[in-house]
């Protein structure tokens, strides 16, 4: 399995700043993703991201608001910027490995917006 | 404590039973399916996986059992342990094309002492 680390594994953030969220893998994949998972749900993916081209998002995803960068095939940024209250959620970045491309996911971020 | 799994199903079971969570999936284009588990204050974790050709694939204390007449996958666990509590996601994607997962709503099981 592929081993993801995530930084800050959680943050307090005020309304209308940004948080940057750092994903690191511990070897290098081409496919990386990042996803939304509110309080109470499932995951949703936000964005795909490979390196070397801008990253796909996802309906009701956008770049303005979810900004990402891939500078190399072992990490990958998301920011998410003018925070509201309703962003308050936990983000997990997440990469595939094997056979069948099997999706390994790091920690998560909690953020939560106040 | 963690929010996350707080409005989800929830199935209680007493340790040492067996544990049975189900899915219905909706893509008939779905081929390759897996089970997670989360802790609280984890990310998802890998448990097993099964393709379409099979109907069955057991791992250690576990097993996923797949239909896909109905589009529906179970994961049963042997003999629950405290450990086993978590939320279980199951996940689908086609092989080809995209590679999108689409992820259930999960399922909270608490196991009792």
């Known amino acids: 399995s592929a081993v993801i680390s995530q930084k800050p594994s959680r943050d307090i953030c005020q309304r209308g700043t940004s948080l940057t969220i750092q994903c690191q893998v511990d070897?290098?994949?081409?496919?990386m993703f990042w996803y939304r998972q509110q309080p109470g749900q499932s995951l949703t993916l936000i964005a795909t991201?490979?390196?070397?081209?801008?990253?796909?998002?996802e309906s009701g995803f956008v770049i303005d608001k979810f900004p990402i960068s891939r500078p190399n095939l072992t990490f990958s940024t998301l920011t998410v910027s003018n925070l509201s209250p309703e962003d308050s959620s936990i983000y997990l970045c997440?990469?595939?490995?094997?056979?069948?491309?099997?999706?390994?996911f790091g920690p998560g971020t909690r953020l939560t917006v106040l | 404590g963690e929010s996350v799994g707080l409005h989800l199903p929830t199935l209680s079971v007493q340790e040492g039973d067996n544990s049975i969570i189900n899915c219905a999936y909706s893509?008939?284009?779905?081929?390759?399916f897996i089970w997670y588990k989360q802790e609280s204050g984890k990310g998802p974790q890998f448990i097993i996986d099964?393709?379409?050709?099979?109907d069955k694939r057991q791992g250690q204390r576990v097993t996923v059992l797949l239909n896909k007449t109905v589009k529906h996958l179970s994961l049963q666990i042997a003999a629950t342990q405290p450990g086993d509590s978590a939320v279980y996601f199951c996940a689908e994607t086609p092989t080809s094309g995209t590679y999108k997962y689409i992820f259930g709503t999960g399922t909270r099981l608490k196991v009792l002492a």
């Open positions: 070897s290098q994949v081409t496919m």
């Open positions: 893509n008939s284009a779905s081929d390759y």
């Open positions: 997440s990469s595939r490995r094997g056979r069948y491309n099997e999706q390994f």
């Open positions: 099964i393709r379409s050709n099979m």
């Open positions: 991201a490979n390196q070397g081209s801008e990253a796909t998002y």
